[in-house]
T-cell receptor, first 116, second 111 residues
């Protein structure tokens, strides 16, 4: 069964500082991996995805993530945090199945706070 | 840009009542999903739907729940007799090429 672990339920950074949100996954087959962002009282917005192509993937708003199979990790980074990045971030894993759909298993989320 | 739309955004219902949550998936997507997020908890998969039938469901998705695609655009989740513990944010999603796009959610409050 697939699973996701997000270390750190709350992360606080200063504006302009590096953002690093950690995600480790478990999957019995090569996974698809995703980061979603949820702003207060809003839905889940796709930030970026890894679907077995390049291991370094770039997303929206300057975020990127690197798939490391040896470490079973897919950490999310952004070189310079902005106040507007304050939100909850969810890592999710999907095991592709023959039917073509993808059931997502989410991590518990990391609340990112950006301080002046 | 195409998006998944959900209605209503908020729904308050009395325990034991039936509710129907509605979703319009992105038009060229073939897979549809419902997820829920109980306050303070993680997002949980409920059910996936493809070719007019359920393709997978979780243990949460018991006989009180049902899904339907009544026409070419809508995708609904029905909870037959709501319980207090059904209070949550319910997200609809649709996917293409195994990438899911989510709606804004319906906040269901059972009183």
């Amino acid at each position: 069964a697939q699973s996701v672990t997000q270390l750190g339920s709350h992360v606080s950074v200063s504006e302009g500082a590096l953002v690093l949100l950690r995600c480790n996954y478990s999957s019995s087959v090569p996974p698809y991996l995703f980061w979603y962002v949820q702003y207060p009282n809003q839905g889940l917005q796709l930030l970026l995805k890894y679907t077995s192509a390049a291991t370094l993937v770039k997303g929206i708003n300057g975020f990127e993530a690197e798939f490391k199979k040896s470490e079973t990790s897919f950490h999310l980074t952004k070189p310079s945090a902005h106040m507007s990045d304050a939100a909850e971030y969810f890592c999710a894993v999907s095991e592709p199945h023959s039917g073509g759909g993808n059931k997502l298993t989410f991590g518990t989320g990391t609340q990112l706070k950006v301080e002046l | 840009e195409p998006e998944v739309t959900q209605t209503p955004s908020h729904q308050v219902t009395q325990m034991g009542q039936e509710v129907i949550l509605r979703c319009v998936p992105i038009s060229n997507h073939l897979y549809f999903y419902w997820y829920r997020q109980i306050l303070g908890q993680k997002v949980e998969f409920l059910v996936s739907f493809y070719n007019n039938e359920i393709s997978e469901k979780s243990e949460i998705f018991d006989d009180q729940f049902s899904v339907e695609r009544p026409d070419g655009s809508n995708f609904t989740l029905k909870i037959r007799s709501t319980k207090l513990e059904d209070s949550a944010m319910y997200f609809c999603a649709s996917s293409i090429d195994r990438v899911a796009f989510f709606g804004q959610g319906t906040r269901l409050t059972v009183v």
